[in-house]
Protein backbone atom coordinates (compact mmCIF):
# COMPACT_ATOMS: atom_id res chain seq x y z
CA UNK A 1 0.00 0.00 0.00
CA UNK A 2 1.09 3.22 -0.99
CA UNK A 3 2.58 5.74 1.92
CA UNK A 4 0.93 9.23 2.11
CA UNK A 5 3.10 11.80 1.02
CA UNK A 6 4.12 13.26 4.88
CA UNK A 7 5.29 9.31 5.79
CA UNK A 8 6.35 8.71 2.05
CA UNK A 9 8.74 11.82 2.60
CA UNK A 10 9.76 11.07 6.29
CA UNK A 11 10.43 6.98 5.03
CA UNK A 12 12.89 8.65 2.27
CA UNK A 13 15.03 10.77 4.72
CA UNK A 14 15.24 7.78 6.92
CA UNK A 15 16.03 5.86 3.83
CA UNK A 16 18.75 8.00 2.86
CA UNK A 17 20.30 8.42 6.48
CA UNK A 18 19.79 4.50 6.81
CA UNK A 19 21.77 3.66 3.73
CA UNK A 20 24.57 5.93 4.63
CA UNK A 21 24.95 4.26 7.90
CA UNK A 22 24.99 0.79 6.73
CA UNK A 23 27.35 2.10 4.41
CA UNK A 24 29.78 3.74 7.11
CA UNK A 25 29.98 0.52 9.06
CA UNK A 26 31.58 -1.19 6.09
CA UNK A 27 34.18 1.72 5.49
CA UNK A 28 34.64 2.13 10.02
CA UNK A 29 35.49 -1.89 10.16
CA UNK A 30 38.06 -1.09 7.05
CA UNK A 31 39.66 1.43 9.47
CA UNK A 32 39.34 -0.34 12.68
CA UNK A 33 41.51 -2.64 11.16
CA UNK A 34 44.61 -0.30 9.46
CA UNK A 35 44.27 1.59 13.15
CA UNK A 36 46.76 1.11 15.65
CA UNK A 37 46.39 3.78 18.09
CA UNK A 38 44.63 3.30 20.71
CA UNK A 39 42.94 6.38 21.23
CA UNK A 40 42.16 6.73 17.67
CA UNK A 41 40.87 3.15 17.51
CA UNK A 42 38.99 2.54 20.64
CA UNK A 43 36.56 5.85 18.89
CA UNK A 44 36.24 3.82 15.92
CA UNK A 45 35.46 0.77 17.68
CA UNK A 46 33.11 3.40 19.72
CA UNK A 47 31.54 4.95 16.89
CA UNK A 48 30.59 1.52 15.03
CA UNK A 49 28.62 0.44 17.96
CA UNK A 50 26.98 3.67 17.43
CA UNK A 51 26.54 3.44 13.66
CA UNK A 52 24.90 0.21 14.15
CA UNK A 53 22.59 1.45 16.99
CA UNK A 54 21.68 4.42 14.66
CA UNK A 55 20.69 2.12 11.99
CA UNK A 56 18.58 0.18 14.19
CA UNK A 57 17.22 3.01 15.44
CA UNK A 58 16.01 4.27 11.86
CA UNK A 59 14.89 0.86 10.92
CA UNK A 60 12.72 1.03 13.37
CA UNK A 61 11.16 4.42 12.58
CA UNK A 62 11.24 3.44 9.26
CA UNK A 63 9.02 0.27 9.68
CA UNK A 64 6.49 2.05 12.41
CA UNK A 65 5.46 4.57 10.02
CA UNK A 66 4.74 1.97 7.47
CA UNK A 67 8.10 1.73 5.26
CA UNK A 68 10.63 -0.26 5.11
CA UNK A 69 14.42 -0.20 5.29
CA UNK A 70 16.40 0.01 1.98
CA UNK A 71 13.38 1.04 -0.34
CA UNK A 72 11.70 3.81 -0.44
CA UNK A 73 7.57 3.58 -1.16
CA UNK A 74 6.07 6.84 -2.89
CA UNK A 75 2.60 7.55 -3.88
CA UNK A 76 2.64 6.75 -7.72
CA UNK A 77 4.25 4.32 -9.69
CA UNK A 78 5.50 2.38 -7.06
CA UNK A 79 6.80 -0.45 -9.01
CA UNK A 80 9.27 1.82 -10.33
CA UNK A 81 10.57 3.31 -7.34
CA UNK A 82 11.02 0.79 -5.46
CA UNK A 83 12.83 -0.44 -8.49
CA UNK A 84 15.30 2.92 -8.45
CA UNK A 85 15.39 2.25 -4.62
CA UNK A 86 16.73 -1.30 -5.40
CA UNK A 87 19.51 -0.17 -8.42
CA UNK A 88 20.69 2.88 -5.63
CA UNK A 89 20.58 0.08 -2.33
CA UNK A 90 22.91 -2.06 -4.79
CA UNK A 91 25.39 0.63 -5.53
CA UNK A 92 25.58 1.91 -2.26
CA UNK A 93 26.42 -1.25 -0.72
CA UNK A 94 28.79 -2.24 -3.93
CA UNK A 95 30.47 1.46 -3.78
CA UNK A 96 30.83 0.76 0.77
CA UNK A 97 32.77 -2.80 -0.34
CA UNK A 98 34.62 -1.48 -2.82
CA UNK A 99 35.88 1.24 -0.62
CA UNK A 100 36.74 -0.81 1.80
CA UNK A 101 40.06 -2.83 0.87
CA UNK A 102 40.76 0.40 -1.49
CA UNK A 103 41.16 2.37 2.01
CA UNK A 104 43.67 -0.20 3.18
CA UNK A 105 45.93 0.32 0.05
CA UNK A 106 45.78 4.17 -0.38
CA UNK A 107 48.22 6.56 0.97
CA UNK A 108 51.85 6.13 1.22
CA UNK A 109 53.15 5.59 4.42
CA UNK A 110 51.05 4.34 7.66
CA UNK A 111 50.56 7.92 9.02
CA UNK A 112 49.57 9.09 5.77
CA UNK A 113 46.37 6.39 5.43
CA UNK A 114 45.72 6.95 8.73
CA UNK A 115 45.10 10.46 7.86
CA UNK A 116 43.00 9.95 4.54
CA UNK A 117 41.15 7.65 6.56
CA UNK A 118 40.11 10.71 9.49
CA UNK A 119 39.33 12.83 6.42
CA UNK A 120 37.13 10.32 4.84
CA UNK A 121 35.55 9.52 8.00
CA UNK A 122 35.29 13.42 8.80
CA UNK A 123 33.04 13.74 5.14
CA UNK A 124 31.09 10.93 6.19
CA UNK A 125 30.08 12.42 9.44
CA UNK A 126 29.63 16.18 7.62
CA UNK A 127 27.00 14.10 5.45
CA UNK A 128 25.01 12.11 8.16
CA UNK A 129 24.74 15.57 10.28
CA UNK A 130 23.11 17.09 7.00
CA UNK A 131 21.05 14.17 6.94
CA UNK A 132 19.74 14.29 10.21
CA UNK A 133 19.69 17.99 9.99
CA UNK A 134 17.31 17.84 7.34
CA UNK A 135 15.45 14.39 8.70
CA UNK A 136 15.04 16.50 12.24
CA UNK A 137 13.73 19.73 10.52
CA UNK A 138 10.76 17.77 8.29
CA UNK A 139 9.80 15.97 11.35
CA UNK A 140 9.23 19.19 12.81
CA UNK A 141 7.54 20.42 9.61
CA UNK A 142 4.94 17.79 10.28
CA UNK A 143 4.38 17.45 13.56
CA UNK A 144 6.09 14.02 13.94
CA UNK A 145 7.80 14.22 17.67
CA UNK A 146 8.97 10.69 17.47
CA UNK A 147 11.42 10.90 13.95
CA UNK A 148 12.30 14.23 15.38
CA UNK A 149 13.58 13.17 18.55
CA UNK A 150 15.22 10.21 16.84
CA UNK A 151 17.08 12.33 14.63
CA UNK A 152 18.09 15.14 17.21
CA UNK A 153 20.00 12.27 19.10
CA UNK A 154 21.68 10.49 16.29
CA UNK A 155 22.59 14.01 14.72
CA UNK A 156 24.54 14.98 18.52
CA UNK A 157 26.28 11.55 18.37
CA UNK A 158 27.22 12.23 14.70
CA UNK A 159 28.54 16.07 15.37
CA UNK A 160 30.86 14.52 18.69
CA UNK A 161 32.25 12.25 16.42
CA UNK A 162 32.58 15.16 13.58
CA UNK A 163 34.72 16.97 16.77
CA UNK A 164 36.81 14.36 17.79
CA UNK A 165 37.95 13.55 14.72
CA UNK A 166 38.72 17.28 13.69
CA UNK A 167 41.02 17.24 16.83
CA UNK A 168 42.62 14.52 15.56
CA UNK A 169 42.78 15.06 11.88
CA UNK A 170 46.05 17.88 13.26
CA UNK A 171 47.53 15.45 15.43
CA UNK A 172 47.98 12.52 12.16
CA UNK A 173 49.28 15.55 10.34
CA UNK A 174 52.25 16.50 12.27
CA UNK A 175 52.94 12.66 12.05
CA UNK A 176 52.60 12.60 8.81
CA UNK A 177 54.94 15.29 8.21
CA UNK A 178 57.29 13.93 11.48
CA UNK A 179 57.58 10.40 9.35
CA UNK A 180 57.89 11.70 5.69
CA UNK A 181 59.51 14.85 6.22
CA UNK A 182 63.07 15.07 7.45
CA UNK A 183 63.54 17.38 10.46
CA UNK A 184 65.95 19.44 8.42
CA UNK A 185 63.44 20.65 6.09
CA UNK A 186 60.58 21.08 8.76
CA UNK A 187 59.83 24.93 10.19
CA UNK A 188 61.68 26.86 7.77
CA UNK A 189 64.01 23.75 6.68
CA UNK A 190 64.05 25.42 3.43
CA UNK A 191 66.65 28.27 4.17
CA UNK A 192 68.28 26.49 6.78
CA UNK A 193 69.13 24.15 3.59
CA UNK A 194 70.07 26.92 1.47
CA UNK A 195 72.71 28.23 3.93
CA UNK A 196 73.92 24.97 5.17
CA UNK A 197 77.44 23.54 4.72
CA UNK A 198 78.20 19.78 5.29
CA UNK A 199 75.50 18.83 7.08
CA UNK A 200 74.02 15.16 5.83
CA UNK A 201 74.81 13.08 8.61
CA UNK A 202 72.98 15.12 11.17
CA UNK A 203 69.90 15.11 8.57
CA UNK A 204 70.08 11.42 8.03
CA UNK A 205 70.42 10.41 11.81
CA UNK A 206 67.38 12.75 12.89
CA UNK A 207 65.25 11.04 9.94
CA UNK A 208 66.06 8.00 11.52
CA UNK A 209 65.04 8.98 14.87
CA UNK A 210 62.05 10.87 13.44
CA UNK A 211 60.57 7.50 11.72
CA UNK A 212 61.35 5.13 14.62
CA UNK A 213 58.90 7.95 16.65
CA UNK A 214 56.79 7.41 13.96
CA UNK A 215 56.44 3.83 13.94
CA UNK A 216 55.69 3.36 17.11
CA UNK A 217 53.07 5.48 17.31
CA UNK A 218 51.81 9.21 18.64
CA UNK A 219 49.69 9.25 21.65
CA UNK A 220 47.52 12.33 22.39
CA UNK A 221 49.70 13.37 24.90
CA UNK A 222 52.70 13.41 22.77
CA UNK A 223 51.07 15.21 20.21
CA UNK A 224 50.65 17.48 22.99
CA UNK A 225 54.24 17.62 23.53
CA UNK A 226 54.84 18.15 19.66
CA UNK A 227 52.45 21.24 19.40
CA UNK A 228 54.55 22.70 21.90
CA UNK A 229 57.62 22.06 20.80
CA UNK A 230 56.38 23.16 17.40
CA UNK A 231 55.25 26.60 18.62
CA UNK A 232 58.37 27.15 20.71
CA UNK A 233 60.16 26.86 17.01
CA UNK A 234 59.19 29.98 15.18
CA UNK A 235 59.61 29.41 11.75
CA UNK A 236 62.33 32.72 11.83
CA UNK A 237 63.63 30.05 14.58
CA UNK A 238 64.50 27.81 11.98
CA UNK A 239 67.84 28.74 10.98
CA UNK A 240 69.66 28.50 14.19
CA UNK A 241 71.13 25.39 15.47
CA UNK A 242 71.38 21.92 14.37
CA UNK A 243 71.32 21.08 18.29
CA UNK A 244 68.53 22.07 18.46
CA UNK A 245 66.46 19.90 16.13
CA UNK A 246 68.05 17.11 17.82
CA UNK A 247 66.74 17.89 21.69
CA UNK A 248 63.16 18.34 19.51
CA UNK A 249 63.40 14.77 18.08
CA UNK A 250 64.62 13.01 21.39
CA UNK A 251 61.91 15.19 23.37
CA UNK A 252 59.13 13.64 21.49
CA UNK A 253 60.41 10.30 21.27
CA UNK A 254 58.14 8.04 22.52
CA UNK A 255 59.18 7.02 26.29
CA UNK A 256 58.17 3.07 25.65
FE1 LIG B 1 25.78 7.47 12.34
Known amino acids: MALKAREAKLVQYLN???GKEKQLETALQAHISMTQQRTYKRRLQQHLQE????????????????????????PGPDVVQEAASRVQEVAQRGAALAKGPLHAVRGTGEQEKLLKN??????????????????????ESVGDRDTAKLARGIRREEER????????????????????????????GARRRSTSGSRGTTRR??????????RTGASTRRSAARRTTASRQSPRAGGRSRGRSRRTARATSPSR
Open 161 to 188: MASFLQRLIPQLTRAVAQAEIPASERDG
Open 51 to 74: TKAHARGVERRIRELGGSAETISV
Open 16 to 18: EAY
Open 118 to 139: AKTEFSNEAEEIANYTALETLA
Open 205 to 214: RTTARSRSTA
